[in-house]
Every structure is written in C-alpha cells, then in structure tokens.
C-alpha cells in the first residue's frame, strides 16, 4: 500500500482541510499522538446538493457508531465514501461538533489577536469558511461526524463521551466510491472533557487503491450497502 | 438520567386559535409567532409526523439534531427538551408530551434511502422527503433541498442501544397522544405526515395527524 501513496501532510490541531477525493483513491488519517478528533463532512463535488445523510447511513446499516466495513451515504441512495481500514472500532456519528459559544464556554475566548495561530477555534465556524470557498454557505452545512471519538448511549438515552477512544498511531482509511469533496476539522470533540484546549494534529495521506471487487467488505456488510453500491455504479453509467 | 416525561397540557381545544388536519402522506407549512403553542396530536395511533423547523426570519438557522441531543445530554426528545437551531437559538421548548420519546435520529424517509433499504423498485413509493420538497415549492420563499436538514419524529421510536445499535421499533404512541411546543421565538413549521409503507413506523397504516395552534397571549 505504501508504494501508492501519492501524498501525506500534517494537518494541525484546530485547523480546517478539504479536497476532492477522486474515485480510486483512498484517505487514510492517522491520529498522530492519541485522542484525535476529526469532524468530517462529506459531499459529491460534481452536484453538491448531494451529500452526507447522517440518519440515512445509520437506518441502512442499523448503527449508531461507525467503524470498518460501514459506509457514508448520500441523500441520493448512493456512496460517497466507505470505510476500508480502521483500527479503532468506533467513530462518534451523533454528537456534531462545536461552536464558537461552546468553545468559549469551555475554554474561555482565545483570539487571533491574543495568541496568534494558537486561538481557541470551533469546527462550525471552520467548515463554513471552507464551504464558502466552494460557493456554499451555512444551508449547505448538515449533520457531520466525529472520527476517532467515542460517544455511548445507556438505555434511558443519557449520551457519554467516552475518554482514550483512540491510541497513538491509529487509523482510519476513507476509500471514495464518488469524487467527494471531504471537509475535515481537527477541533476538539464538543464533549471532550479535557479541560484545556488541545486539538491534536493527525496526519493525512492519499492513496490509490483498487476498485472495490464484487466481495469487498464494505460492499458485502448488508444487503442495503449492496444495493448503495449499485445505485453508485449506476450513477457513473 | 432522564427517561420519558410524561406530563399533559391544560389547554383546551375549545380555546385554540387554530386547528388543521394533515392527512397522511401530505405535507404541511405554518409560520408560528413567538409564546404561541403547537400542539401535534397522533390521532389514530402509530404515526410518525417528520417535522423541520427554522427560525422564520432567518431559514438558514434552522433546527439541528445533533446541537440539540448533544446539549441535553440525550438522544431522545420529551417534556423540557429545549430545540437548538444551528446557530445556537432555541426555537422552541416541549411543554407538554402524553407520548414520552420521540426520536431525531432516524431521519426522514426518501424514494433513495427505501431504494438502499427495502429494494430498488421501491422508488415509486411515497416518501417524506418528496413532501417536504412538495411542501418548500409551495411555500414558495426560495427554499430547497438545502433546507432539508434533520428532523424530529414525532412519536416514533428508534432505540439506540450501549452497543452503539440503532433499531426502528414499534411506535410507543397511540390514539389520541399529542406533543405540544411553545415557540420562543418565531419559527416556521414543514411537516411530512409519513407515508412509509415498508416498516413499522406507521403500523403500516399512515393516518392523519392534528395541528392545533393556541395564542398564549390572549388566554
């Protein structure tokens, strides 16, 4: 897998990334130095009032967490991504991600002005700066994930952030079955109980990887990703 | 801990300002004034009512499920939950609940995700996010599929479980359960009374739902 890898970058703590991730190609992010957060958006870059469904992905494969094998739908019946390697377990889909007020808050207000690159930031504010450099706005913004955060739901409903979900060196890989654009945002998960600010960075590359075979993993999980599948492949007749 | 809250109103019907009936499978808009009450009323049983909220002068600020359970701490919606809109507002708080769980994760269903789930012939079938589409056309104020962002369903069930499961169960409600809302502040209603045929949401018998709207300023 190595051999393919086409690109790898740093991305910082606090910071907001994004890029068309070609058909055929695969993003892994690794979590650098344990207890990452990475908000993570998704759209099809080609028309994007197609996007990431948070329940429709969750009703399809009957889960409130995510982990390999699962796959990110669109509101369209369709793949945008799927997740191939995962050395984690569980990715936090329901909790969204911060806001200017939660972060204050929280951590009280840091700003450009006081700490330079080193200001308090929150993922909302992120990603709808980076969406409005593709000419969408805050309409444009929907329910996200959290990966390599943990957050567990007891029988009354009562939700808890679970502490260490991710070790040092953990990965994710992100295979994409459309060309999606993937917005990223390393803020802190809006329940992370640290109390000071600390982003971590995590680390990104993009590879090129093969096209999912009839028996791929994901493809395979249930007959409902299957059928994802194949309203894809329809997609690029 | 919180579990259900159950906890009934003392409005009258006799009083109301207001009162519409929305059939199954239709969908419905209404722009509600700030301190007035909404009251959504399962009349048959079994009925899941999808419904979208935005603050009416501002549609980009709009409910947002994920703010929402995250600040309460939990996933499903009762007696005292306070509806966060994206920019951090409370649209609107649940003053009265006779069903006691409704659910905001499950989405709203769409001729795709039944294609993903039930079987790709099920395009033709009647969807909510066909009513809410239908539902933004009319209303006409330059609204779309953007717009639709996540909704709550009402009375409907959708446990999730330690395990990180998530399950469509039979619906906790009945004939004649309503959930009532006052408005903090003015906020604009889409609702699709689903016509899901293919589980149990409805019973696999979408019925009509009731809206009855009170003014709480002249009480």
């Known amino acids: 897998m190595d051999s393919s890898v086409l690109c790898s970058e740093i991305l910082h703590g606090g910071a907001t990334w994004s890029h068309v991730l070609k058909r055929g190609t695969a993003l892994r992010i690794t979590d650098l130095e344990g207890n990452a957060n990475v908000?993570?958006?998704?759209?099809?870059?080609?028309?994007?009032?197609?996007?990431?469904?948070?329940?429709?992905?969750?009703?399809?494969?009957?889960t409130a967490r995510l982990r390999a094998g699962h796959v990110l739908f669109s509101d369209m019946g369709r793949v945008l991504c799927s997740i191939t390697e995962d050395t984690v377990g569980w990715h936090d889909p329901i909790a969204g991600i911060t806001n200017?007020?939660?972060?204050?808050?929280?951590?009280?207000?840091?700003?450009?002005?006081?700490?330079?690159?080193?200001?308090?930031?929150n993922a909302r504010d992120g990603f709808l700066i980076e969406l409005g450099k593709y000419g969408m706005g805050p309409r444009d913004l929907h329910s996200t994930v959290n990966l390599f955060s943990k957050v567990v739901v007891d029988e009354f409903g009562n939700m808890q952030y679970v502490r260490n979900n991710s070790a040092k060196g953990s990965y994710i890989e992100l295979?994409?079955?459309?060309?999606?654009?993937?917005?990223?945002?390393?803020?802190?998960?809006?329940?992370?109980?640290?109390p000071d600010y600390s982003p971590k960075p995590v680390e990104l590359s993009i590879s090129r990887?093969?096209?999912?075979?009839?028996?791929?993993?994901?493809?395979?999980?249930?007959?409902?990703?299957?059928?994802?599948?194949v309203l894809t492949e329809l997609y690029f007749l | 801990m919180h579990t259900t809250n159950l906890k009934p109103?003392?409005?009258?019907?006799?009083a109301a300002l207001s009162s519409y009936i929305v059939e199954a499978g239709d969908p419905f808009v209404l722009e509600i004034r700030k301190d007035q009450v909404v009251r959504i009323v399962d009349l048959e049983g079994n009925q899941a009512v999808d419904t979208l909220f935005y603050n009416a002068h501002d549609y980009a600020d709009r409910y947002s499920a994920q703010d929402t359970i995250r600040e309460q701490g939990n996933i499903y919606l009762t007696t005292g939950t306070r509806l966060l809109s994206s920019n951090g507002n409370v649209l609107l708080t649940i003053v009265a609940d006779t069903c006691g769980r409704h659910d905001t994760l499950g989405g709203a269903c769409a001729a795709e995700s039944n294609m993903v789930r039930y079987d790709i012939g099920k395009r033709h079938m009647h969807a909510c996010r066909q009513s809410f589409l239908k539902g933004l056309q009319t209303w006409n104020h330059g609204m779309d599929?953007?717009?639709?962002?996540?909704?709550?369903?009402?009375?409907?069930?959708?446990?999730?479980t330690p395990e990180g499961k998530l399950t469509f169960e039979d619906g906790v409600s009945d004939a004649g359960k309503y959930v009532e809302l006052r408005a903090e502040m003015d906020v604009l209603m889409l609702i699709s009374n689903c016509p899901q045929l293919n589980n149990p949401?409805?019973?696999?018998?979408?019925?009509?739902?009731?809206?009855l709207i009170w003014d709480t300023n002249v009480l």
């Open chain 1, 39 to 62: 908000a993570a958006y998704f759209l099809n870059f080609e028309n994007r009032s197609e996007r990431f469904n948070l329940p429709d992905t969750l009703k399809a494969q009957h």
């Open chain 1, 100 to 121: 200017a007020a939660l972060i204050e808050k929280k951590y009280g207000k840091l700003s450009y002005q006081q700490a330079r690159n080193g200001w308090h930031q």
């Open chain 1, 175 to 194: 295979r994409a079955e459309m060309n999606t654009l993937v917005l990223l945002n390393t803020c802190p998960h809006p329940l992370n109980d640290d």
């Open chain 1, 209 to 229: 990887v093969p096209n999912p075979m009839r028996d791929d993993p994901c493809r395979t999980l249930c007959p409902e990703n299957t059928r994802g599948f």
């Open chain 2, 9 to 14: 109103s003392s409005l009258r019907p006799e």
């Open chain 2, 145 to 160: 599929k953007s717009d639709i962002a996540s909704n709550i369903n009402f009375f409907m069930n959708v446990p999730v």
């Open chain 2, 201 to 211: 949401c409805n019973g696999y018998n979408p019925t009509p739902a009731q809206i």
